[in-house]
C-alpha cells in the first residue's frame, strides 16, 4: 500500500495485486484495515478511525483505490461515481491485438455469482447490465501490446470481461482465457490514473499510479508511452 495523496478528507493509495480492498469471505487483512492503521499511526489518533469504502479493484489488479476519510467526503464521492464524474483510466497488457487500434465496446454483461465472473452477450438478455467502454492501443512489443482503457460504465469484471470478449484476453487472466497466469498471480490491468473534482474543496484531482514493480514488460511498454 503507496499513500499518493491526502488531504482532510480523501486518501488516494496504490494498491498491489494480491490487496483485497474490502473485507471478504477469506478473513484476510483488506487494504481499507491497512489504510486506517495508517492513518491511526500516523496522526496518533485515539479510537477507531473513519475509513469509508468508495469503489474496488479486483484482488489480482493494481492501481488506484480511492477512500473518503469524513462522511461528507464519502456520501459525496458515492454520488460522484454513481453519476460518472470520477475519470478512471485503465492500463491492460494483452497478447493478442485488437481487431482496431481504437474503439468503442458496447456489451451486455451478466454476472455468474457461483463463478464469480461475467458473461458479455451482444444484446440485451436477462439480468444483463449495459457494459461501455473506450480502447486505443498505446504501445507494442514483439508479443504484447499495452491497451488504454476509459470506462464509461462500471460493471462486474468490466474490463476483463469485455477486453477478453474482443479476443484480448489480459495477460495472466486465466478466469478470462488467458493462457498462462503470471508468475506473481497477478493480471496485467493496472487502475492507471484517477480524474475528479475534489468533492469539498472543488479543486481537480489527478493522480497517477506508479507501474508493478520490479515487472520488465511494463517498463518496456510503458516507455514508449512515458516521457
Not at 111 to 123: F, G, L
Request: charged residues 25%.
Amino acid at each position: 500500500m503507496l499513500p499518493l495523496y491526502e488531504d482532510n478528507h480523501i486518501i488516494i493509495v496504490s494498491k498491489r495485486s494480491g490487496e483485497i480492498v474490502q473485507g471478504d469471505k477469506t478473513g484476510d487483512e483488506p487494504l481499507s484495515e491497512t489504510v486506517k492503521q495508517y492513518i491511526k499511526e500516523k496522526y496518533h489518533k485515539p479510537g477507531n478511525v473513519f475509513l469509508g469504502v468508495v469503489h474496488r479493484l479486483d484482488r489480482p489488479v493494481w492501481g488506484l483505490v480511492v477512500f473518503a476519510k469524513t462522511s461528507k467526503a464519502l456520501t459525496r464521492l458515492n454520488k460522484m461515481f454513481k453519476e460518472g464524474q470520477v475519470h478512471k483510466t485503465y492500463w491492460a497488457i494483452t497478447k493478442n491485438a485488437p481487431p482496431a487500434e481504437e474503439g468503442v465496446l458496447t456489451d451486455w454483461l451478466v454476472r455468474n455469482e457461483r463463478q464469480n465472473k461475467s458473461y458479455a452477450h451482444p444484446q440485451e438478455v436477462p439480468n444483463a447490465k449495459k457494459a461501455v467502454l473506450k480502447y486505443r492501443v498505446i504501445a507494442h512489443s514483439d508479443r504484447y501490446h499495452l491497451i488504454e482503457v476509459n470506462l464509461l460504465t462500471g460493471r462486474h469484471h468490466q474490463i476483463r470481461c469485455q477486453l477478453a470478449n474482443m479476443g484480448c484476453a489480459i495477460k495472466g487472466d486465466l478466469k478470462y482465457g488467458a493462457s498462462r497466469s503470471n508468475p506473481d498471480g497477478s493480471i496485467s490491468l493496472l487502475a492507471r490514473r484517477i480524474m475528479f473534482v475534489h468533492p469539498v474543496s472543488k479543486e481537480n484531482i489527478v493522480v497517477e499510479a506508479p507501474l508493478p514493480p520490479n515487472d520488465k514488460l511494463w517498463e518496456a511498454l510503458a516507455s514508449a508511452v512515458i516521457p
